[in-house]
């Protein structure tokens, strides 16, 4: 049992752990809570943080995914209590069948996601906040790079979740709690004897998710190293600084590179591009798609190399999928001419190849969310 003076001490130990900004409170911040414990204590925290430092206290947002009956029901139930308890505008969601679109991996948890953001966007938009808060934590960040890692990633996905993100135009996302362990969020909770829900599904082992959980993770644990959590965060953290340095590298080669771009057509300068090493190059395209807003979901390690090599051997065309092209088009080229106000470029660019990448999905064409 917790005195009173460990009680207050684990208080604001836990709130200080949580890395806010006046900024996010200043400017409306947007709290996603679930009402299991990781968000319910960050709905604790982050009310004691504005009243402490006197700022706006934040506003509640909940999306009832129906998966779980009147369990699901009694997630909301509880979810708006919370905000009744602190007088915080409360916004929920419940999602309707017809909303339900899986893609052609047939996965819930993707659709659920893009569900739950979409919502949490708009409400944060409509309500003038301009930070959505989630509550992610350490233990999250573990499991999204072992995901990743099993399904194959580069130095980016092994970065995992990142502290903070610019979502669309007008909202970024944050995550206050990704510095803590599950474990300490719930001695938060009881130490200052408040409840949470329980969502019974995560038990189980239906998702990738729960199975890294509750399957995989308990055996590296048990049978490899029992300190494989710190391990992999310490890897998240190595690759999130080489990450930084890659960055930095694009930025610089792309004033060089990049001659022009849209959101549905790129044009490269192809013989400055070719300098690069094919690793070199293969990165390059990754932060390009990034820097476009394109979708990642068809371009995996094989598609990476090929619009390498293509942009090697310098010939002809090729579809990379469906709505995605390359096309090559040397100096000599007269179609360039047509295409292109050469008067209007460098003389570099006007003496070099071009390659150029188009995008003709309706996610390019529209703006799209990242």
């Given amino acids: 049992m917790l005195d009173i003076f460990s009680t207050i001490s684990l208080h604001y130990y836990f709130i200080l752990s949580m890395i806010f900004s006046d900024q996010w409170f200043l400017y409306g911040l947007f709290l996603a809570v679930s009402g299991g414990a990781d968000s319910s204590a960050m709905l604790h925290g982050a009310v004691r943080y504005a009243r402490l430092r006197g700022l706006p206290v934040p506003v509640v947002g909940h999306v009832n995914h129906g998966l779980r009956g009147e369990e699901s029901d009694g997630d909301e139930i509880f979810v708006s209590s919370l905000a009744d ?3 915080l505008k409360f916004f929920s969601h419940r999602i309707t069948g017809e909303e339900w679109s899986l ?7 993707a659709a659920a996601r893009e569900i739950r953001y979409k919502f949490l966007s708009s409400a944060a938009v409509k309500c ?3 930070y959505i808060a989630t509550a992610h934590t350490a233990d999250d960040q573990v499991e999204t790079v072992l995901h990743r890692l099993l399904r ?3 130095i980016s996905g092994l970065c995992g979740i990142t502290f903070e993100r610019q979502f669309n135009y007008a909202v970024s996302i944050v995550r206050p709690l990704l510095g803590l362990r599950r474990a300490d969020v719930i001695r938060y909770l009881e130490s200052i004897n408040k409840n949470y829900r329980f969502d019974s599904s995560n038990a189980g082992v239906d998702f990738t998710r729960n199975k890294i959980r509750n399957e995989l993770l308990p055996t590296l644990r048990k049978d490899f190293n029992s300190g494989v959590d710190d391990a992999i965060l310490r890897l998240s953290s ?8 890659i960055s930095d590298w694009y ?6 590179i990049i001659i022009s771009a849209t959101k549905n057509k790129i044009v490269l300068n192809r013989t400055k591009l070719i300098q690069l090493k094919a690793g070199m190059i293969c990165e390059f395209f990754r932060r390009l798609w990034g820097r476009q807003g394109w979708s990642l979901r068809y371009m995996g390690y094989e598609r990476w190399n090929e619009l390498t090599k293509f942009a090697l051997e310098g010939v ?3 579809s990379l999928t469906g709505s995605i092209t390359a ?3 040397n100096k000599d080229d007269s179609r360039r001419d047509n295409k292109f106000q050469a008067n209007r470029l460098s003389e570099s660019n006007q003496q070099s190849d071009y390659l150029i990448i188009k995008n003709n999905s309706q996610d390019a064409l529209s703006a799209c969310e990242s």
């Fill in 152 to 154: 194959g990633t580069g």
């Fill in 251 to 256: 930025e610089l080669q792309s004033n060089e």
């Fill in 85 to 87: 308890e602190y007088g």
């Fill in 103 to 109: 893609d052609e991996t047939g996965s819930v948890e």
């Fill in 238 to 245: 190595i690759a999130d600084g080489v990450n930084d340095i």
């Fill in 327 to 329: 096309e090559i088009l």
């Fill in 128 to 130: 003038g906040c301009r």
């Fill in 316 to 318: 002809g065309s090729m």
